[in-house]
């Protein structure tokens, strides 16, 4: 079997986002990107399946500006066998929408043929969680979401969700789309030498237009702003002081 | 105009809140016709009928719908989509599985976790865990939108909603489900307590998370976790607070031993009052608190609650 997992660069998690002037967006000129926290999940899920026996190729692939090129390296670096770039922006502040970047990975699906597409349950960026479940969608596939267990058997995939409950397991025919959740693994580290490795990887490099997929936007981005400030309250010197401000001064107990 | 809101329906039973707050959402959008789904879904669908600004209730009672898979569940609600304008639902679990599945099957790009509506086409959600908050404005015919239920209040009850049957479809046959691991509590819901106390990696193993519990038994409170403290085993992952896990607002909300990563802020700083014990006075999560004590909460934690 075949996994293809798609990966995105965005803001690295640590990075304070600072929100431009003039409402127009995000600042994201000159401060550190790194693959989506949880795409690394799902590319260490599918070289952990690979090293199992349960995949043979892992083929990873980025959708956005060329700079994701960086990303896929590290993918590579991490395991995957080899990567499919698709620039469908010039400018690192467009932000392609999960339909527009479901339609192109659904084009790469059918030339690809993976028996499992292994997908982050979100981007830390646009919040969206959408592209797995509209991918499936597109594809008419089962989808597994927010899974933290799975197990591939025969034409089937056992797995365990993160759900408002607890914990759901369903069992899902192959093919299958399965969005991964933050307690599925913890991603390796690329080693130096796998990084050297990675650079003789193969990455294909296409655009949107290759595809035919029209990637403009449905969603008009209206204004960018700054959420509410909260303002730090007090210091309470003791226990005591914090029962009596919440009893009568805040009058929350 | 009218909206298609999909109610939370679980085991049988209607999840108020979740629902009425999507209903107070969509109040501005028109008329709203909610669909009740399950296994079970009458007796769902008798309640979501008294909840105020309902103008239907819709009923699709099936095994398939058992669960919600999303595949079934997605098919349902399309065949239904051709007489509405909005396709909406509280941002749970279940919607954030089902309803992007719905607009790429409508061709429609969908618009997650809504925190203000601004007119039929224009809504506000926020972005970057929470450190922005964008504006956009849906160029598509049908809009499918989900609704962060934190940042709305509940519809109130007394309606009598008229209530009538739709056709179900047929199973596709693409998944199954096998077991829900659920802990049963009677403490409150964590989306909908009115005070909340969290525990973090500080309160150092899942033995001394029973301190955390108790505290919040005390004040009538739900329990949450940082992601830290479910990592480490010390809670169950449906405890998580954060940009990843649940988002709450509660009156009062307390962060023991959480330094106030913005993951985690992301999930509670709409709280309307904030309590942080954290031995270390850097924390950032002293700068979103209103009451911020320096201890240890080994020492702090069972004396506020004697003391309450
Ligand atoms: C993609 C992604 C998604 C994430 N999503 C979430 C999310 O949804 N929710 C979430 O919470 N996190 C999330 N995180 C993790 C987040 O970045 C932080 O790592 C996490 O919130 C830290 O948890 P913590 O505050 O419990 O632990 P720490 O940051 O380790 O803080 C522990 C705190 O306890 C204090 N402490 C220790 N001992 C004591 C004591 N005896 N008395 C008093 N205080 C003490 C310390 O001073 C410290 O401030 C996410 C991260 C990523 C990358």
């Not at chain 2, 396709?87 to 203000?116: E, H, Q, Y």
Request: aromatic share 4%.
């Amino acid at each position: 079997m075949k996994i293809l997992v798609p990966v995105k660069r965005v803001i690295d998690y640590n990075v304070k986002v600072r929100v431009k002037g003039d409402g127009s967006g995000v600042d994201l000129a000159n401060v550190k990107m790194s693959m989506n926290p949880f795409d690394e999940i799902a590319v260490e899920q599918a070289i952990r399946m690979k090293e199992a026996g349960d995949a043979e190729e892992v083929v990873v692939v980025s959708i956005g500006v060329k700079q994701s090129q960086e990303t896929l390296r590290t993918a590579l670096a991490m395991g995957a066998d080899r990567a499919i770039l698709i620039t469908a922006a010039d400018d690192v502040h467009t932000d392609i929408e999960p339909l527009a970047v479901a339609k192109l990975l659904k084009a790469v699906v059918d030339e690809e043929q993976p028996g499992m597409v292994l997908c982050g349950k979100q981007a830390i960026d646009n919040d969206m969680n959408a592209t797995g479940q509209m991918l499936a969608a597109l594809l008419g596939w089962s989808q597994a979401t927010f899974a933290s267990e799975i197990k591939v058997d025969g034409d089937h995939a056992l797995v365990k969700r993160e759900v408002d409950g607890g914990m759901q397991s369903i069992k899902v025919k192959m093919p299958a789309v399965v969005s991964v959740d933050l307690r599925l693994n913890e991603p390796r580290y690329a080693s130096l030498p796998n990084i050297m490795k990675a650079k003789k990887k193969p990455l294909d490099e296409k655009t949107a237009d290759d595809y035919g997929v029209d990637v403009s936007p449905r969603l008009e981005i209206v204004k960018t702003s700054e959420p509410p400030e909260r303002k730090a309250g007090i210091i309470v010197e003791s226990v005591d002081q914090l029962v009596d401000k919440l009893k009568n001064e805040a009058g929350v107990i | 105009m009218t909206v298609l809101l999909l109610g939370e329906v679980d085991n049988g039973t209607l999840n108020m809140d979740a629902t009425a707050k999507a209903v107070a959402a969509c109040k501005p959008l028109g008329d709203i016709h909610v669909l009740c789904c399950g296994a079970e879904a009458a007796d769902a669908g008798k309640e979501a009928a008294t909840i105020d600004g309902v103008a239907k209730v819709l009923v699709a009672e099936d095994a398939i719908y058992g669960h919600r898979l999303a595949e079934p569940t997605a098919a349902l609600m399309v065949s239904l989509a051709g007489d509405y304008d909005h396709v909406v639902a509280p941002a749970t679990t279940d919607a954030k599985n089902i309803l992007p599945r719905v607009a790429a099957l409508l061709d429609v790009m969908v618009i997650t976790d809504v925190s203000g509506v601004v007119d039929a086409d224009t809504f506000e959600r926020p972005i970057y865990a929470g450190n922005a908050i964008q504006t956009v404005k849906s160029k598509d015919a049908k809009k499918v939108v989900s609704i962060r239920t934190s940042s709305f209040d509940a519809a109130g009850t007394g309606n009598s909603a008229e209530v009538s049957d739709v056709a179900t479809g047929d199973a596709p046959g693409l998944s199954e489900w096998v077991e829900d691991h659920v802990a049963e509590s009677d403490r409150p819901d964590l989306t909908s307590a009115g005070i909340v106390v969290s525990g973090g990696r500080g309160v150092g193993s899942e033995e001394d998370f029973a301190m955390i519990e108790k505290l919040a038994d005390k004040l009538g409170a739900a329990v949450g976790a940082s992601r830290a403290a479910v990592d480490s085993g010390y809670a169950p992952n449906d405890w998580q607070v954060g940009q990843t896990g649940k988002v709450v607002a509660p009156d009062l909300y307390v962060a023991v031993g959480i330094s106030g990563a913005i993951q985690h802020l992301a999930g509670m700083k709409d709280s309307k009052i904030i309590v942080a014990i954290n031995k270390d006075e850097e924390a950032p999560i002293f700068q979103v608190a209103d009451y911020g004590l320096v201890a240890d909460l080994f020492e702090a934690v069972p004396e506020l609650e004697s003391k309450l």
